[in-house]
Structures are given as C-alpha cells and as structure tokens.
C-alpha cells in the first residue's frame, strides 16, 4: 500500500482528495493536515510514502514544508494552480518530488501518486518543458526561500558513464522512467538505477533538480 498524508487548508478540497486517494486499491491515506506545521508533524509521525502538499497554508506554507521534510526520506508532491509559479519554483529548489495542477483529473491524480511512489518524479505535463526551462534561468526570484539545488559545474559530468548521460538528457527532457526506457531500449528497473546513480554522482536529491542540472548545462542526447 501507497501511505499518503494530504495536507490542504480547504477542507473540501482536501476532502475530496482523500475520498479519490483512499478509493484506489494500492493506496490508503494514513493523515489529514490543514496547514504546514501539521503536514510537517503528521509526516514525521506518519512516516507516509508521500506527502501531498498543497503550496498556499495558514501558519507554514507548502514549501517551507516541503524544506522540513528534506532528508527524511518522505517524498511531497505539490498541488498548486499554475499561476503560482514563484512557489512552485522554490518548493522544488526544496527538495519536492515534483507538482501537479489543482485541476487534474482524478485517475491522473492516483497515477501521479504512484509514478511519484516509484522513485520518479513527476511534473503536469502540459508544462513539464516550459517550467523546467523557466527554473533553471530563474535562480534569483524564488518566493518562500527555498535553498537552491546544489551548483553542479560541467566537469562534474566526467563522473557519469555514457549512458548515464543519456538518461540525464531524457530526464531533462521530462520524460518519465517508461518514456526513457522505451527510448535507450532498456529496462524501466535499469532506467531507475541509472538516474539513482546520477543523483548519487551529481549530489542532487531529487529527480526534478537532476531536469534542471540537464537544461542548466545543456545536456542532450546524442
């Protein structure tokens, strides 16, 4: 079972989320928050797979959140509108998982999650390519201060092997796991070992700050 907290101030909103969530069959919602401080506590307590995070709370928002909760091993995937991009911007220079649009449908919402359980990250993808490029221009108009993602210089490349670089260029492309797989013509399970690797090798922490090191440094597939 999927182990999720969902942490939303609008208790019909977050009603509604925990109704679609609890109904999958893989999935089981083990916490409810209503604003930062108590998402941060139910996941500490909880110990969830994911945390599902909405981005504008009372008393701690979602990336200030999102920022306690790195280095626990719990992954947060924001839930925002997209005119929110500043916040957005600074939850994943957080550490989060990646985000999805309040307006999604409810089985792409169980899909994220579960895309997100498998160690990937996960972006919408009607925006996938116009965020990442906007992200890794941006560095100076973070709202909420999140930290940055660790500075990678292109030297540091030298440590990946050839096919790791390939799957550098694809994530940085925002292709999923599957995606990279079906396009290397590799195995999914070899496709998340490579990108482990790459966070190992880059000191990176998450998936979406390993998109934004490749457009950053113009990595590309050859």
């Given at each position: 079972?999927?182990?999720?907290?969902?942490?939303?101030?609008?208790w019909?909103?977050?009603?509604?989320?925990?109704?679609?969530?609890d109904?999958?069959?893989?999935?089981?919602?083990?916490?409810?928050?209503?604003?930062?401080?108590?998402a941060?506590d139910?996941?500490?307590?909880?110990?969830?797979d994911?945390?599902?995070?909405d981005?504008?709370?009372?008393?701690?928002?979602?990336?200030?959140?999102?920022?306690?909760?790195?280095?626990?091993?719990?992954?947060?995937l924001?839930?925002?509108?997209?005119?929110?991009d500043?916040?957005?911007?600074?939850?994943?220079r957080?550490?989060?998982?990646?985000?999805?649009?309040?307006?999604?449908?409810?089985?792409?919402?169980?899909?994220a999650?579960?895309?997100?359980?498998?160690?990937?990250?996960?972006?919408?993808?009607?925006?996938?390519?116009?965020?990442?490029?906007?992200?890794?221009g941006?560095?100076a108009?973070?709202?909420?201060?999140?930290?940055r993602?660790?500075?990678?210089?292109?030297?540091?490349?030298?440590?990946?092997?050839?096919?790791?670089?390939?799957v550098?260029?694809?994530?940085?492309?925002g292709?999923?796991?599957q995606?990279?797989?079906r396009?290397?013509?590799?195995?999914?399970?070899?496709?998340?070992?490579?990108?482990?690797?790459?966070?190992a090798?880059?000191?990176?922490?998450s998936?979406?700050?390993?998109?934004?090191v490749?457009?950053e440094?113009?990595?590309?597939?050859?």
């Open positions: 079972m999927i182990r999720v907290v969902v942490a939303e101030d609008q019909a909103v977050r009603s509604g989320l925990v109704m679609i969530l109904a999958a069959p893989d999935m089981h919602v083990v916490a409810e928050a209503a604003d930062g401080d108590e941060v139910a996941a500490r307590r909880y110990l969830p994911i945390v599902l995070m981005v504008r709370m009372p008393r701690k928002d979602g990336i200030a959140a999102t920022r306690d909760l790195a280095g626990t091993g719990v992954d947060v924001i839930l925002t509108t997209f005119d929110l500043e916040y957005v911007f600074g939850a994943l957080a550490g989060a998982a990646g985000f999805l649009l309040k307006n999604i449908e409810a089985d792409e919402l169980v899909e999650v579960r895309v997100v359980a498998r160690g990937e990250g996960m972006i919408a993808p009607a925006v996938t390519r116009r965020l990442i490029a906007e992200f890794a941006s560095g108009r973070f709202a909420g201060g999140g930290p993602a660790p500075e990678v210089s292109p030297a540091a490349l030298d440590a990946l092997t050839p096919r790791e670089h390939e550098l260029a694809c994530v940085g492309e292709l999923s796991n995606q990279i797989a396009r290397l013509s590799i195995t999914e399970t070899t496709t998340k070992t490579h990108v482990s690797r790459i966070l090798k880059l000191g990176l922490r998936r979406v700050q390993a998109a934004i490749a457009q440094l113009g990595v590309t597939h050859d």
